[in-house]
């Protein structure tokens, strides 16, 4: 049981990054130096005009940086995660873990 | 709200499994374990048939073009497939390895230590390979192999060199292949 002084889970998670695409994108960030938007749009198995709309909500919060480029004649965009958005992740799979626990724990008890 | 827990269990789920992608993903090296593996046994040929210099000259300049090509390799891979790591630890622990092995080298004066050392050098190097991929296989190869350079360094038997190298060849060819068909699945 814990304690009406403790903070509940759910407070230690981040409107922004609370979604499947937008975790996926920062999950895929933080291991990878960086990564290309085509890439991103067939791991996360999303279109790309939803992973752009993703990309932009992160872009604006400051979690990612988008550079354009070309590789040959080809142009390429590769995402970066920001040292924010490292450790917005690092919070955010600290509280959806806590959070997961807590409710296992719960389901499972008599 | 029990779905709602049951969807960021979900949710959690996904993203674990994307960051296991993504690190099997990054975490193919079959190129350089194979190249710096074959450059290890033909070094072996090297001292056999011609000297130990013959050996040491193939090194210091077989070492730099091989990590030039895995340096290249690994630029045309992430243009190809659209993922990269960060370059620079992989190149600051390969200068390491190539600065200690020459260094130890030239100090043992053809002694016990101009062998054992640099394959010491060699085996902590792969380990910091390992934990930049996070593969306990190429940690523990790594491992075996400073484990060797050390006992090499002990016992000092006679043809260290070439066991040594023959150790770390054969391994380094085996867990490339292992990598590549690994590599081959996952596609």
């Known amino acids: ?110 | 709200m029990a779905l709602e827990r049951s969807s960021d269990k979900q949710l959690l789920d996904s993203v674990e499994s994307a960051r296991r992608r993504t690190r099997s993903v990054l975490s193919t090296n079959w190129f350089p374990m194979i190249l710096f593996g074959l450059l290890a046994l033909v070094s072996v040929a090297v001292y056999q048939v011609w000297s130990w210099q013959a050996m040491a000259a193939l090194w210091v300049v077989g070492a730099p073009i091989a990590g030039l090509a895995t340096g290249f390799w690994y630029r045309s891979r992430a243009n190809e497939i659209g993922i990269s790591v960060n370059p620079i630890p992989y190149t600051i622990t390969s200068i390491a390895i190539f600065v200690g092995c020459i260094a130890l080298g030239i100090a043992g004066r053809g002694d016990a230590l101009s062998y054992a050392g640099p394959v010491m050098v060699i085996g902590l190097g792969y380990v910091a390979f390992a934990v930049l991929d996070k593969s306990p296989l190429n940690a523990v190869f790594g491992a075996v192999i400073a484990a060797v350079g050390v006992a090499v360094l002990a016992v000092r038997p006679s043809h260290a060199y070439a066991v040594t190298m023959l150790l770390f060849g054969i391994g380094a060819v085996v867990l490339g292949l292992w990598n590549l068909l690994q590599s081959r699945r996952a596609r």
């Open chain 1, 1 to 110: 049981m814990s304690s009406p002084t403790e903070r509940h889970p759910t407070a230690g998670l981040d409107e922004t990054v609370h979604q499947r695409v937008r975790l996926g994108i920062l999950a895929i960030l933080s291991e990878a130096d960086k990564a290309t938007f085509s890439y991103l749009s067939e791991a996360l198995d999303v279109t790309n005009g939803n992973l752009s709309a993703h990309v932009t909500v992160l872009a604006n919060a400051g979690l990612v940086s988008v550079d354009k480029g070309f590789v040959g004649n080809r142009p390429r965009t590769w995402l970066r995660a920001t040292a924010n958005g490292r450790a917005t992740f690092r919070a955010e799979m600290a509280a959806l873990s806590k959070l997961v626990a807590r409710f296992q724990g719960t389901s499972q008890a008599p």
